[in-house]
C-alpha cells in the first residue's frame, strides 16, 4: 500500500513554528520519499522557494498565502481559495494546489453527513472557513452562513440562524491546549443533523462532545488532515492514493493519540495494569494520585482525611482535566473519579475508558481512606453504575499482570476498527 520508489524525492512541511506536527509520521506512511519540517523565518522564505532545496512541499501556517507570487501556476482550487498548501516542481515549474480542499471535501464523505441543500453555519473567517466554503458551495449547500467574531452574523446574533442544519468549526476554540470550551453551544440549534469540527487534538472538542451527548452524528478534523496529506502524495509522486489508505492512517493514528484511561474500585490493580499496558505499548504511563501529589505536595488522603472528601474531588477534577489533555498516555485514576460526572467529558475527549473488575475479596485496601469505614461490596453496590457509564470497555483482572494488558490491549484494538464517528 506505501508507495516506493521515491527515496530521491525532496519532500516537506514549510511553517514559521512546526513544533508537533502529525505531517510527517503520516507521509512515512504514504511512501519513502524524505519528508522533514522546515521552519522558516519570514525574511529566509524568499530565498529557499526560489532555491533548490526541494522537489515537493506542504506549506502551513503562515505562509499559505505567501507562496503564491513565487509560483508559475494554481489549481483552480487555490486561485479560489487564494491559499496554497502544496507545491511541486516539475519541468522547470512551480505548480501550487490546495489540498485542504481535497481534505475537507473527503472529510463530508467520511462522515455521511449530508449538505446539499442544507442551511450551513460556518464558524470563523480564517483560511481553513475559505476552503470549507468553497467545498460547500460545490457540493450544493443551501445556504452557507459565515460567523465571525467582528462580521454581521456573530456570536451575539445567532438567534438569526436557529435553523441551522449543519455546523462547522473553522475555529481554533476547543483546540489543545484550551480544551473544554466551545464556540457555540448546539442547543440552540434544533434543526441540527451533523456536526464538522475541523481539529483534531483533541479528538472530541467540547462541541463534539456536545454532539454526541445530542445523538447529532459527527465528525473531527483527523480524516480530513490525513486525506489532504494523501491528496498532497498524489501530486509529489504523480499517481493518486487510495481512500481505504487514508481510512487506515487515520484509525492507526487515532488508536496511537487516544489515552487508556483505567477506571475501578480502589485497589483493583489499575497502576500495576495501566503500568504494563504502557511497557507493552510502548506509552508514557500516568497515575493520578502520584500527579496529585505532584500538584499539591500533599496526599490524597491526607486532603481527605484534613479538609473532606469534597474538596480533594475538586482537586482531583482538576488534575484529571490536566492529565486528560494529553495524547497517547495510559492514565490510572483513583477508585472514585467516577462519583464526579464532570469528570467525564475530559477524561472522554481523548481517551478510551477502560473499567477494571477485580474480585472484591482480591481488591487492596493500604492506605485508602475512602475504604475505610466502609466495606467493599458497599463502594462496588455505590459506584457500579458510575463505573458502567463512564467505561467503553470492561476488562477482568486476571491476576496474571501482563495477560490482563494484553487482554486490554486487544480489546482496544478491536473495538477502534469499527469506530468511526467521534
Ligand atoms: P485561524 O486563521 O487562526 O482562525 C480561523 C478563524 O477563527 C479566525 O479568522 C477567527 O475568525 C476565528 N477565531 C480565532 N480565534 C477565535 C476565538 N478565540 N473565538 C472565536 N473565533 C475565533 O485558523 P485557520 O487556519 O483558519 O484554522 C482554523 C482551525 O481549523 C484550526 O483549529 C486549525 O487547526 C484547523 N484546521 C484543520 C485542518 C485539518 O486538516 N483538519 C486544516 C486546516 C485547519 P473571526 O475573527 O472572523 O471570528
Redesign the pocket.
Known amino acids: 500500500m506505501k508507495k516506493t520508489g521515491y527515496q530521491s524525492l525532496r519532500c516537506g512541511l514549510l511553517g514559521e513554528h512546526l513544533g508537533h506536527s502529525f505531517s510527517p509520521q503520516i507521509h512515512r506512511e504514504l511512501a519513502d520519499y524524505e519528508y522533514r519540517l522546515i521552519e522558516l523565518a519570514p525574511d529566509e522564505l524568499a530565498g529557499f522557494l526560489t532555491g533548490d532545496g526541494y522537489d515537493a512541499l506542504n506549506v502551513t ?1 503562515p505562509y499559505k498565502k505567501a507562496v503564491i507570487p513565487y509560483l508559475d501556476e494554481l489549481s483552480d482550487e487555490a486561485q479560489r481559495i487564494g491559499a496554497v498548501n502544496t507545491i511541486v516542481r516539475r519541468d522547470g515549474k512551480k505548480y501550487g494546489y490546495n489540498t ?1 480542499y481535497f ?1 475537507f471535501d473527503s472529510l463530508i464523505t467520511h462522515s455521511q453527513i449530508p449538505v446539499a441543500g442544507k442551511k450551513v453555519l460556518v ?7 475559505l476552503t470549507v466554503q468553497a467545498v460547500l458551495a460545490d457540493r450544493g449547500a443551501g445556504e452557507i452562513t459565515v460567523i ?4 454581521a452574523d456573530n456570536y451575539g446574533n445567532l438567534d438569526r440562524h436557529t435553523d441551522a442544519e449543519v455546523i462547522v468549526n ?4 476547543g ?1 489543545y491546549p484550551n480544551n473544554g470550551v466551545s ?1 457555540v453551544s448546539l442547543r440552540r440549534f434544533p434543526r441540527c443533523e451533523g456536526v464538522l469540527d ?3 487534538n483533541p479528538a472530541r472538542t467540547a462541541l463534539l462532545l456536545e454532539a454526541e451527548e445530542l445523538g447529532i452524528p459527527a465528525e473531527n ?2 480524516y ?2 490525513v486525506a ?1 496529506a494523501a491528496s498532497a502524495c498524489g501530486f509529489f509522486t504523480g499517481s493518486p492514493v487510495g481512500s481505504d489508505a487514508v481510512e487506515q492512517i487515520t484509525a492507526g493514528i487515532a488508536l496511537d493519540t487516544q489515552n487508556i484511561i483505567l477506571i475501578g474500585m480502589p485497589g483493583c490493580g489499575k497502576s500495576t495494569v495501566g503500568r504494563e499496558i504502557a511497557r507493552i505499548s510502548g506509552r508514557p504511563f500516568v497515575d493520578a494520585d502520584e500527579e496529585f501529589v505532584r500538584r499539591y505536595s500533599v496526599t490524597p488522603a491526607d486532603v481527605i482525611t484534613g479538609e473532606g472528601e469534597e474538596r480533594f474531588r475538586q482537586m482531583e477534577h482538576t488534575v484529571l482535566c490536566e492529565l486528560s489533555k494529553k495524547s497517547g498516555y495510559v492514565i490510572s485514576c483513583g477508585g472514585g473519579a467516577v462519583t464526579r460526572e464532570e469528570n467525564y467529558a475530559p477524561l472522554h475527549q481523548n481517551g478510551v475508558i477502560l473499567f477494571l473488575q477485580r474480585e472484591l475479596s482480591r481488591l487492596s485496601t493500604d492506605g485508602r481512606p475512602l475504604s475505610k469505614g466502609r466495606s467493599a461490596e458497599e463502594l462496588y453496590r455505590e459506584r457500579i453504575d458510575a463505573y458502567r457509564r463512564f467505561a467503553d470497555l470492561e476488562i477482568t483482572s486476571t491476576e496474571v499482570v501482563e495477560k490482563t494488558a494484553t487482554a486490554a490491549l486487544d480489546a482496544i484494538a478491536r473495538r477502534q476498527i469499527p469506530e468511526r464517528q467521534v
Open positions: 501556517i485542504d481534505g464558524l470563523g473567517t480564517g483560511g481553513a472557513s465571525s467574531r467582528n462580521g473553522a475555529t481554533p476554540v483546540m464556540p475541523l481539529i483534531y478534523g483527523l480530513m488532515l489532504q
